[in-house]
């Protein structure tokens, strides 16, 4: 929110624009703003509903002191009102995870009717000629690029991208309150208790609390991740999912995260618990050791639940791809494609993976939607993050990042055990049942870090850029695929705005920089 002021009161003051210039005025504002903050109010409301209704989920520790027959006994009473209060909670979900679907299918058929929001914008290709006689000024050759994009798909693809500015915000707010409403009425240390009374080692005792805790905020992030990347993403024309597809993801998406939040607990209160006082740096170093696992088998493991990879078939894409890699001492013999359609209309493109999981890999909306030339282009920027070792120097400055962050959570985490520890019912950082504290607290640094964490991955982002230029050397063809990425990226926001929200350049900002290498090479 402070940042959004911020941005918005630049805009005003110093660039003096309009409003309407970065998507915050116009005859959709009012739509598009009800429409995001409906899903979050909503959210919150959803997550108060089940919270209360799952109040008496986890039954209350009945102290080791109390005699059996006593402990069955209060335990009788209260089985009746708890099992009611399951199968409420259950009855909700089971309605919210049918009736959903079936919403968003009506919705969407008006939202369909819609024509200007769903028909994909064709940008009017271009021949020779038109690039011959472009100016050799970067600035004009640029702009002349730009001039290209059908106002109706500029105007959408600002709202769809500041429309994400304000979900970023919500699901820190909703993080909050999912972290608010598990300390308060100790809930938090109830659900530790239950876990140690099952769990017969620690490590399965925090991979226990951790499972549960990732399963809960799994279930009530849904409403909003329902919003954002079914609903939304069908509004704007760029998802080809059916509702179906989605929840099978959806569903395979939280048993990972439950599974993962599981492990990652139990590793990072492990080395909390040993850690004691330096708890933050050595916290630092195992999540960084977690981050590279991550990167490690998720291209092994994980990417293959969504997609198919294959390996390309012989054909000019493939040696034209195969060639740049072996330019530049890229060790790969094979370049993947998946079958990104069956999601989305993205064109993308990575070399995702560290050491030897690495592999360079290519979407089928890219094979499909652009020319050999727009390939290269970006193919030659995917090689550069690799050659330029953007993997292993992300991981470091995340690192240092992440030590921050925990550092700034050592803090303001004392502070807050001195006040509320004893109504919450927990007191130390090496405490399980603190993990919702914890994860609250990272999340507002890690907003507050908003533009730090961008600026991270947009200045190799640039680095990559010209890298490829250096590579492939056709600013033209890159240029070219700058604005089919425009279809789901603000094409030419305020210089605050990129700093701010932009994990990746610009399309202005791009494609100057394939313009300036034109001019100053002197190439066509
Ligand atoms: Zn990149």
């Known amino acids: 929110m402070p940042l959004l002021a911020i941005v918005l009161l630049w805009v005003r003051l110093v660039e003096r624009r309009s409003l309407a210039s970065i998507g915050m005025a116009g005859p959709n504002l009012v739509q598009r703003f009800l429409?995001?903050?409906?899903?979050?109010?909503?959210?919150?409301?959803?997550?108060?509903?089940?919270?209360?209704?799952?109040?008496?989920?986890?039954?209350?520790?009945?102290?080791?002191?109390?005699?059996?027959?006593?402990?069955?006994?209060?335990?009788?009473?209260?089985?009746?009102?708890?099992?009611?209060?399951?199968?409420?909670?259950l009855l909700l979900l089971c309605g919210l995870l049918l009736a959903a679907p079936l919403r968003a299918a009506e919705l969407l058929h008006t939202h369909a009717g819609d024509a200007s929001v769903r028909a994909p914008l064709a940008i009017a290709p271009v021949d020779d000629a038109w690039r011959a006689a472009l100016p050799h000024d970067a600035k004009l050759a640029t702009q002349a690029y730009l001039d290209r994009l059908p106002k109706e798909a500029v105007q959408r693809s600002n709202a769809y991208d500041e429309g994400g500015y304000w979900l970023q915000l919500w699901e820190v707010l909703i993080g909050l309150l999912i972290a608010g409403l598990l300390l308060q009425g100790r809930r938090t240390a109830r659900l530790r208790d239950w876990a140690q009374r099952v769990g017969r080692y620690a490590?399965?005792?925090?991979?226990?609390?951790?499972?549960?805790?990732?399963?809960?905020?799994?279930?009530?992030?849904?409403?909003?991740?329902f919003y954002k990347d079914y609903w939304r993403e069908h509004g704007y024309g760029m998802s080809t999912q059916t509702a179906a597809d989605w929840w099978a993801e959806w569903s395979v998406g939280l048993g990972i995260e439950v599974v993962g939040t599981a492990l990652?607990?139990?590793?990072?209160?492990?080395?909390?618990?040993?850690?004691?006082?330096?708890?933050?740096?050595?916290?630092?170093?195992a999540c960084s050791a977690l981050l590279a696992?991550?990167?490690?088998?998720?291209?092994?493991?994980?990417d293959p639940l969504f997609n198919t990879y294959k390996p390309l078939e012989p054909g000019p894409v493939r040696s034209a791809v195969l060639t740049m890699a072996h330019?530049?001492?890229?060790?790969?013999?094979?370049?993947?494609?998946?079958?990104?359609?069956?999601?989305?209309?993205?064109?993308?493109?990575?070399?995702?993976?560290?050491g030897a999981t690495a592999a360079i890999r290519l979407n089928d909306n890219?094979?499909?939607?652009?020319?050999?030339?727009?390939?290269?282009?970006?193919?030659?920027?995917?090689?550069g993050h690799y050659?330029?070792?953007?993997?292993?120097?992300?991981?470091?400055?995340?690192?240092?990042?992440?030590?921050?962050?925990?550092?700034?959570?050592?803090?303001?985490?004392?502070?807050?055990?001195?006040?509320?520890?004893?109504?919450?019912?927990?007191?130390?950082?090496?405490?399980?049942?603190?993990?919702?504290?914890?994860?609250?607290v990272f999340a507002v640094f890690m907003l507050l870090a908003t533009p730090v964490f961008n600026t991270i991955i947009r200045t190799q982002e640039i680095e990559a850029d010209r890298f490829g230029l250096h590579l492939a050397r056709d600013p033209h063809g890159f240029a070219e695929v700058m604005l089919k990425l425009s279809d789901y990226r603000k094409a030419d926001p305020g210089a605050?705005?990129?700093?701010?929200?932009?994990?990746?350049?610009?399309?202005?900002?791009?494609?100057?920089?394939?313009?300036?290498?034109?001019?100053?090479?002197?190439?066509?």
């Open 496 to 524: 605050v705005e990129e700093f701010v929200f932009f994990h990746h350049p610009s399309a202005r900002h791009r494609i100057h920089d394939a313009m300036r290498w034109r001019e100053a090479m002197g190439t066509p």
């Open 203 to 225: 490590l399965l005792r925090d991979g226990l609390y951790g499972g549960v805790y990732g399963l809960v905020a799994g279930l009530l992030l849904l409403p909003l991740g």
């Open 264 to 285: 990652a607990v139990a590793v990072l209160y492990a080395v909390f618990r040993r850690a004691g006082e330096r708890w933050w740096l050595w916290g630092a170093a």
């Open 327 to 354: 330019a530049t001492g890229v060790p790969a013999d094979e370049v993947y494609a998946f079958d990104a359609s069956r999601q989305t209309k993205r064109v993308s493109a990575n070399v995702s993976g560290l």
């Open 366 to 383: 890219l094979l499909n939607r652009t020319s050999l030339p727009e390939i290269r282009a970006v193919m030659a920027h995917e090689l």
């Open 35 to 89: 429409h995001g903050h409906l899903v979050g109010v909503l959210s919150i409301l959803g997550i108060v509903a089940a919270m209360a209704l799952a109040g008496g989920l986890v039954p209350a520790a009945t102290g080791s002191t109390s005699a059996p027959s006593n402990a069955w006994a209060s335990r009788r009473s209260t089985l009746l009102p708890a099992l009611l209060r399951r199968l409420g909670l």
């Open 387 to 440: 050659v330029l070792n953007h993997g292993p120097k992300m991981l470091m400055q995340f690192g240092l990042l992440i030590l921050f962050g925990l550092l700034f959570c050592n803090g303001a985490m004392r502070r807050l055990f001195a006040r509320f520890g004893p109504r919450w019912g927990t007191q130390s950082v090496a405490d399980v049942a603190s993990l919702p504290l914890l994860s609250a």
């Open 293 to 302: 696992f991550m990167l490690l088998v998720s291209p092994v493991l994980i």
